[in-house]
């Protein structure tokens, strides 16, 4: 059984353990090479049940839930492009990738929004048993998004939670965390540092713990209620970019005013080339 489909340009990155028999939940679910980084078409309820199968098999895991911003890191950095096309799943949770995902002949693709698949995740957790851990965040963020993750789910066991400093933890700082996750039981760990950090952490962590590790990225501060989300006709439409922007320009403008039309530029070459490579 395949848990990813080869692409027109190859098949998807070697795993060092084969996770395949665990998730019969994402039998069948095809892949696509965006500028040479993977994404999975997929709904977010098959994304969910594979991340839980994954947890239930005790084998640990990576997902990537993946934006245009990850895409363009990933163009720039062939040694992050290696460690998101190794993630048991890369989900598309930015509407460009579902429409990219369409025109590369994936149309049942929908999109799986971090902070929706997050609490699809908890509530799957909280029917099977499964103990969570949140590690990133501010600890104010972090204390209300446990309150908010417990007002859904009465019944979750949150066993582990962490905020992490801003600058890289020294050695001794991150053994400590790798000890504290694995002692707490977690079976899926949300991870919210952000992009490129939390995919990095992950990758560098992923055979040390035995938990499904997801990257959320801002799905904590919005699940948490610090920040705003974007209506959903803004959403449905591809502009949450737009949203996010005015929302916070200092801190996103180059993330959607100079990596969105360069993934825009690069795709389009992309798709000319294979056009004229096929005619």
Same mark, same amino acid.
Not at 57 to 64: L, P
Not at 132 to 150: A, C, F, K
Not at 161 to 190: C, K, M, N, Y
């Given at each position: 059984?395949?848990?990813?489909?080869?692409?027109?340009?190859?098949?998807?990155?070697?795993?060092?353990?084969?996770?395949?028999?665990?998730?019969?939940?994402?039998?069948?679910?095809?892949?696509?090479?965006?500028?040479?980084?993977?994404?999975?078409?997929?709904?977010?309820?098959?994304?969910?049940?594979?991340?839980?199968?994954?947890?239930?098999?005790?084998?640990?895991?990576?997902?990537?839930?993946?934006?245009?911003?990850?895409?363009?890191?990933?163009?720039?950095?062939?040694?992050?492009?290696?460690?998101?096309?190794?993630?048991? #799943?890369?989900?598309?949770?930015?509407?460009?990738?579902? @429409?990219?995902?369409?025109?590369?002949?994936?149309?049942?693709?929908?999109?799986?929004?971090?902070?929706?698949?997050?609490?699809?995740?908890?509530?799957?957790?909280?029917?099977?048993?499964?103990?969570?851990? #949140?590690?990133?965040?501010?600890?104010?963020?972090?204390?209300?998004?446990?309150?908010?993750?417990?007002?859904?789910?009465?019944?979750?066991?949150?066993?582990?939670?962490?905020?992490?400093?801003?600058?890289?933890?020294?050695?001794?700082?991150?053994?400590?965390?790798?000890?504290?996750?694995?002692?707490?039981?977690?079976?899926?760990?949300?991870?919210?540092?952000?992009?490129?950090?939390?995919?990095? @952490?992950?990758?560098?962590?992923?055979?040390?713990?035995?938990?499904?590790?997801?990257?959320?990225?801002?799905?904590?501060?919005?699940?948490?209620?610090?920040?705003?989300?974007?209506?959903?006709?803004?959403?449905?439409?591809?502009?949450?970019?737009?949203?996010?922007?005015?929302?916070?320009?200092?801190?996103? @403008?180059?993330?959607?005013?100079?990596?969105?039309?360069?993934?825009?530029?690069?795709?389009?070459?992309?798709?000319?080339?294979?056009?004229?490579?096929?005619?």
């Amino acid at each position: 059984m395949k848990l990813h489909e080869s692409d027109e340009r190859g098949s998807a990155a070697p795993r060092k353990r084969d996770r395949h028999a665990l998730v019969p939940a994402l039998a069948g679910v095809g892949s696509r090479r965006v500028l040479g980084m993977r994404v999975d078409g997929l709904r977010t309820s098959v994304a969910a049940n594979g991340i839980v199968e994954l947890a239930e098999a005790g084998a640990g895991g990576m997902v990537c839930v993946a934006t245009v911003h990850m895409v363009m890191e990933a163009f720039d950095a062939p040694d992050f492009q290696r460690s998101v096309n190794a993630a048991d #799943l890369v989900t598309p949770d930015g509407v460009p990738l579902v @429409w990219t995902l369409h025109r590369l002949g994936l149309p049942e693709t929908r999109r799986v929004y971090g902070p929706t698949l997050m609490r699809l995740v908890c509530r799957r957790a909280e029917d099977h048993g499964l103990p969570i851990g #949140l590690y990133g965040g501010s600890p104010e963020v972090l204390e209300r998004l446990r309150e908010r993750l417990l007002e859904w789910h009465p019944l979750l066991r949150v066993v582990f939670a962490a905020s992490p400093p801003f600058r890289p933890e020294t050695e001794a700082e991150d053994a400590s965390s790798v000890q504290a996750i694995e002692a707490s039981g977690a079976r899926i760990l949300f991870v919210g540092l952000g992009c490129p950090k939390q995919e990095r @952490w992950m990758a560098a962590h992923r055979e040390a713990l035995p938990c499904v590790m997801l990257g959320v990225g801002a799905a904590f501060d919005f699940l948490a209620g610090s920040k705003r989300q974007a209506p959903g006709f803004l959403q449905r439409a591809g502009l949450e970019w737009l949203f996010r922007l005015a929302s916070e320009p200092r801190r996103l @403008w180059r993330r959607y005013l100079i990596q969105n039309p360069r993934f825009m530029f690069y795709f389009a070459r992309e798709l000319a080339r294979a056009r004229s490579e096929a005619a």
